[in-house]
């Protein structure tokens, strides 16, 4: 025979409960000032990526050339099953570079796209004061047409990653010349 729980008791276990479930969720995203970017080294210089636009970073892995292929398409690589083209950030930009790409950045939506850079310099934040569009900058490349401003330094060039992978795209529907 039990007895009726107390109205303690009852409360005792809603704060057990509670105190339970506290751990099971996870910790609130910490609301850091300004937006993550990659340093990143292509061709000999720096740029930065937005973190946001990319869905991975790794040592670049073993690539397969492809016959006949641009010279800015490295060649494949497979990655988690999934074939992936992987680019020369240094040709894409029309940089000289006598550095092996060691990085691979992966972007894109569904259909991912590789992004071959030499250096992974690190990380950084940067306001939407230090970002800056690059209108009347003498950046070299459409696709480094913003910076970030960084005190004691030049314009660190940021690459337009989603503008990039769009044309890689387009190019790799078209119609293929010469075949």
Known sequence: MSLPRSRTALRLDELRDGFDASFSRPPPPRQEPGEALLRLRVGGAPLAVRLGHLSGLHLMPKLVRLPGAPASLL????????????????ALLGLQSGEPPRWL????????????????????????????SGEGSSSAHPLLSSNVLLPDAPPLPVLDVDSLVRRLLEDASGPQQGR
């Open 105 to 132: 950045l992966l972007a894109g939506g569904s259909r991912r796209v590789g992004l071959a850079a030499a250096g992974f310099e690190g990380q950084m934040r940067a306001t939407p004061e230090q970002l800056r």
């Open 75 to 90: 060649g494949v690589a497979g990655l988690r099953g999934q074939l992936i083209a992987v680019h020369d950030l240094t």
